[in-house]
């Protein structure tokens, strides 16, 4: 007997991302090669809104956004893994659509 499938929801002002994970080496301002080994202390990063609660109001599914992903909880889904934070943790959202963005852009 197959199980049944569940579609994930989102509860409240919760927020499901997926970690952009940085697989080649990085070069520094002044060209500098950094290794893709290399772990950089309170390093924000960045990633994909797979999922938004309810009460989610300034991102939606597809934003990138800016966190800290040493500070949330992760759950892993298929071999992927994700993270699950409240949306007041955001830092930053990349967004096409902004009427009053930093000027700029990824």
């Known amino acids: 007997m197959l199980e049944p499938k569940f579609e994930i929801q989102m509860l409240h002002d919760r927020v499901m991302i997926r970690l952009e994970q940085e697989t080649e080496e990085r070069r ?3 060209g500098i090669v950094i290794p893709a080994t290399v772990k950089m202390a309170n ?10 609660g309810t009460n989610v109001r300034s ?6 956004v800016l966190f ?9 889904l298929h071999a992927q893994v ?18 009053h963005g930093t000027g700029l852009y990824l």
């Open 28 to 30: 520094s301002g002044s």
């Open 43 to 52: 390093r924000l990063a960045w990633g994909e809104v797979c999922g938004v």
């Open 59 to 64: 991102v939606k599914v597809g934003d990138k």
């Open 68 to 76: 800290n992903p040493e500070e949330q909880y992760e759950v892993e």
């Open 82 to 99: 994700y993270l699950v934070m409240r949306e007041r943790d955001l830092h930053a959202v990349a967004t096409q659509e902004t009427d």
